[in-house]
């Protein structure tokens, strides 16, 4: 079974920091990605990248930057952490194939409290 | 960007009856996706529909697309109060590139026991 292990479920940090979200899987998956879910907004991907040292932004990258140095790791990073940046993240892989894109497996999530 | 949108956002039954959870979407899609997210916790992929199939069926699940109405249902027989969690649709838009599914808002099912 693919795992995606997320570094923390909870985190408490305050305005300001520099703040560090790890994600790591263990499936050799091509695609990694960083999403938001916060209530009545659903899920809003953030960062994603389908390729080691690539990426792309999402849909919401503003105050985030990200890194994936290695094929498993792909990191999340709040530059400056400021109040809306409260939530709940996701991380999650999926294999890369040609033609359908393919589920995505998920951590369990990092739910993040910036004070 | 979200382009699911799903109906009813709450739906709440008694254990034994069926749920049903709709999703509908605006372009052109590869496959649509079911989701299952427990309190607190990561999604879980359910179930994989592609643009050319019309049903498909696992265990307790049945999911439909219609493609002409851009929309998708996932049916729950005889629910359990273990199905209670929320539910969302994906979709992989044909012009899609790197693996980017389009989430739902999600239907949030409640089972009494």
């Known amino acids: 079974d693919v795992k995606v292990t997320q570094s923390s479920r909870y985190l408490v940090k305050r305005t300001g920091e520099k703040v560090f979200l790890e994600c790591v899987q263990d499936m050799d998956h091509e695609n990694m990605f960083w999403y938001r879910q916060d209530p009545g907004l659903g899920l809003r991907l953030i960062y994603f990248?389908?390729?080691?040292?690539?990426?792309e932004k999402g849909d919401i990258p503003e105050g985030y930057s990200v890194s994936r140095e290695k094929k498993e790791r792909f990191s999340l990073i709040l530059e400056s952490a400021s109040t809306n940046q409260t939530s709940m993240y996701l991380c999650?892989?999926?294999?890369?194939?040609?033609?359908?894109?393919?589920?995505?497996?998920f951590g369990d999530g990092t739910r993040l409290s910036i004070l | 960007s979200q382009q699911g949108e799903e109906d009813p956002q709450a739906l709440s039954i008694q254990e034994g009856e069926n749920a049903t959870m709709n999703c509908s979407y605006k372009?052109?899609?590869?496959?649509l996706q079911w989701y299952r997210q427990n309190s607190g916790r990561g999604l879980v992929h359910l179930i994989l529909i592609r643009s050319n199939e019309r049903e498909k069926h696992s265990g307790r699940l049945r999911v439909t697309l219609d493609t002409s109405k851009k929309s998708s249902s996932l049916l729950i027989t005889a629910s359990r109060a273990a199905d209670t969690a929320s539910y969302f649709c994906a979709t992989d838009p044909t012009y899609n590139q790197g693996g980017k599914l389009i989430f739902g808002q999600g239907t949030e099912l409640s089972v009494k026991p």
């Open positions: 999650a892989s999926s294999d890369a194939v040609r033609g359908d894109n393919q589920p995505q497996h």
């Open positions: 990248s389908y390729d080691v040292k690539m990426k």
């Open positions: 372009t052109s899609i590869n496959n």
